[in-house]
T-cell receptor, first 112, second 116 residues
Framework: GQQLNQSPQSMFIQEGEDVSMNCTSS?????WLWYKQDPGEGPVLLIA?????ELTSNGRLTAQFGITRKDSFLNISASIPSDVGIYFC????????????FGKGTLLTVNP | GAVVSQHPSRVICKSGTSVKIECRSL??????MFWYRQFPKQSLMLMAT?????????EQGVEKDKFLINHASLTLSTLTVTSAHPEDSSFYIC????????????FGPGTRLLVL
C-alpha cells in the first residue's frame, strides 16, 4: 500500500531555532497536507498544497509540494514554545478516492 | 470556517455496552466524512469512509458490525461502538471533506473512549 516516510521522528530544539521536516513516498500524490496535533486533540490543518512545485506560507510556517509529487517539506522559522506538538504530513491521491495517507509524525519539543 | 465538532469529548463505559459518537460539520456541508482511530504515540488509522445517504466503506480488518456508521445528513455522521470491550478503548477522530472545496479534510477534536 501507499506509505509516507516522515522524518525526523522527533526533534529537540531551542526556542528561536528553525525547524525542517519532510515526507517522501514512492507513490505520486495530488495533494499534500500538513497537520499539527496537540495532546488529546484532533489534528489541525496548517498548510494545504495542491500543485507540484507549490510553495505556501502560513505565518512562520512554509511548506512545499515537491516537483516530482512524491515529497513535501515543512519549515518552521523562529520556533516558540507553543510550536510543541506532533506534526503529521498527509497526502491524497486524487480521483474519487479521497482517503488520506498519513506519515508517522514528527514530535517537536522546543526548549524555552 | 471549516469547523468540525465531536460529541462526547470523552466517555467511560462498561464492557458490553454500546457507545455512540457524533461528528458534525458546523459551517459547511460534508458529503464525505472519515473515522479514524489513534493509539498512543501513533499516527491516525483510517477505519471507514462515510458518504451521506449510502453505506460506509470499511478498511480491511475493521468489523462493520462492531463499528456502525450512519451518515444521515450532510452535516452529521455517527459512529457506534457496539458491545464495547476494553480493547476498544482508544482515541476516535472524525474528519470531514467539504462538498465544493479542494481535497482538504478538517478534523474534529476527537473522542477519548475508555471501556472498563
Amino acid at each position: 500500500g501507499q506509505q509516507l516516510n516522515q522524518s525526523p521522528q522527533s526533534m529537540f530544539i531551542q526556542e528561536g531555532e528553525d525547524v525542517s521536516m519532510n515526507c517522501t513516498s514512492s507513490s505520486i500524490f495530488n495533494t499534500w497536507l500538513w497537520y499539527k496535533q496537540d495532546p488529546g486533540e484532533g489534528p489541525v490543518l496548517l498548510i494545504a498544497l495542491y500543485k507540484a512545485g507549490e510553495l505556501t506560507s502560513n505565518g512562520r510556517l512554509t511548506a512545499q509540494f515537491g516537483i516530482t509529487r512524491k515529497d513535501s517539506f515543512l519549515n518552521i522559522s523562529a520556533s516558540i514554545p507553543s510550536d510543541v506538538g506532533i506534526y503529521f504530513c498527509a497526502a491524497q491521491g486524487g480521483g474519487s478516492n479521497y482517503k488520506l495517507t498519513f506519515g508517522k509524525g514528527t514530535l517537536l519539543t522546543v526548549n524555552p | 470556517g471549516a469547523v468540525v465538532s465531536q460529541h462526547p469529548s470523552r466517555v467511560i463505559c462498561k464492557s458490553g455496552t454500546s457507545v455512540k459518537i457524533e461528528c458534525r460539520s458546523l459551517d459547511f456541508q460534508a458529503t464525505t466524512m472519515f473515522w479514524y482511530r489513534q493509539f498512543p504515540k501513533q499516527s491516525l488509522m483510517l477505519m471507514a469512509t462515510s458518504n451521506e445517504g449510502s453505506k460506509a466503506t470499511y478498511e480491511q480488518g475493521v468489523e462493520k458490525d462492531k463499528f456502525l456508521i450512519n451518515h444521515a445528513s450532510l452535516t452529521l455522521s455517527t459512529l457506534t461502538v457496539t458491545s464495547a470491550h476494553p480493547e476498544d478503548s482508544s482515541f476516535y477522530i472524525c474528519s470531514a471533506r467539504a462538498v465544493s472545496g479542494q481535497e482538504t479534510q478538517y478534523f474534529g477534536p476527537g473522542t477519548r473512549l475508555l471501556v472498563l
